[in-house]
């Protein structure tokens, strides 16, 4: 029954090359739509005129550099992740070293952190 459990989470943590090529997909997918967004966003700041940008509200100018900071702090973790990837470094925890879960990577596909190292990163915040 030990080795079960052990098998179970060899499996969970162990990515195979059909895992690798989704993630790598999804990654692909998540950088083009952060890319689109961003494009999108400074198009929006750049057609709006003197008059048009008067009459916006500071919380709807707040809430624009908000979303493009976010954008592209994800698409630099993107970026990040498939970096990882062409190096072989993909799936390993920056702070213990040890393999970060399949179920975290299919969820969060650009994690940096295993799931306990995250939660003591955001503890410490």
Known sequence: ???????????????????????????????LFRQE???QLSAAATIRTDALRAQQTASQLEVRVKLTASARMVLADVEAALTRMDQGRYGTCHLCRGPISRERLVIVPQARYCAQCQQVREASR
């Open 1 to 31: 029954m030990v080795n079960h459990q052990i098998i179970d989470d060899d499996r969970s943590t162990t990515l195979s090359i059909e895992d690798l090529v989704a993630l790598r997909e999804n990654l692909h997918e998540q950088r």
């Open 37 to 39: 967004q961003l494009q």
